[in-house]
């Protein structure tokens, strides 16, 4: 599975940005994916997860009622709607998909990474 990210940018505090992931390749796999991101000097950092199905996701506390994770698998495609942007939200961001298991915050277990996409947030 090959994972390409995209959609970051230079926006202010207070705005939007839908970050898109599109998986190529065996996308006939059922996998959770998850967005993680890293600032500079930073450990990376789970942001949210969703089930193959959609039916569930898990978030940051920091980003829940902000952050809304979706997947339109007909697309195979994960997106990731960020409102009310703060500066603290500033990192590049991956998607990373699991080939097995279930939905899980924990980032070492994810089996495909896409490349990132930096988002920064500033005035």
């Known amino acids: 599975v090959q994972l390409q990210a995209s959609g970051g940018g230079l926006v202010q505090p207070g705005a939007s940005l839908r970050l898109s992931c599109v998986a190529s390749?065996?996308?006939?796999?059922?996998?959770?994916v998850g967005w993680f991101r890293q600032a500079p000097g930073k450990e990376r950092e789970f942001v949210a997860a969703?089930?193959?199905?959609?039916?569930?996701?898990e978030y940051l506390d920091s980003v829940k009622g902000r952050f809304t994770i979706s997947r339109d698998n007909a697309r195979n495609t994960v997106y990731l709607q960020m409102n009310s942007l703060k500066p603290e939200d500033s990192a590049v961001y991956y998607c990373?998909?699991?080939?097995?298991?279930?939905?899980?915050?924990?980032?070492?277990?994810?089996?495909?990474w896409g490349q990132g996409t930096l988002v920064t947030v500033s005035s």
């Open positions: 390749g065996r996308t006939s796999i059922t996998y959770p």
């Open positions: 990373a998909a699991r080939s097995r298991g279930s939905m899980t915050t924990d980032y070492r277990v994810y089996d495909y």
């Open positions: 969703i089930r193959w199905s959609g039916a569930s996701a």
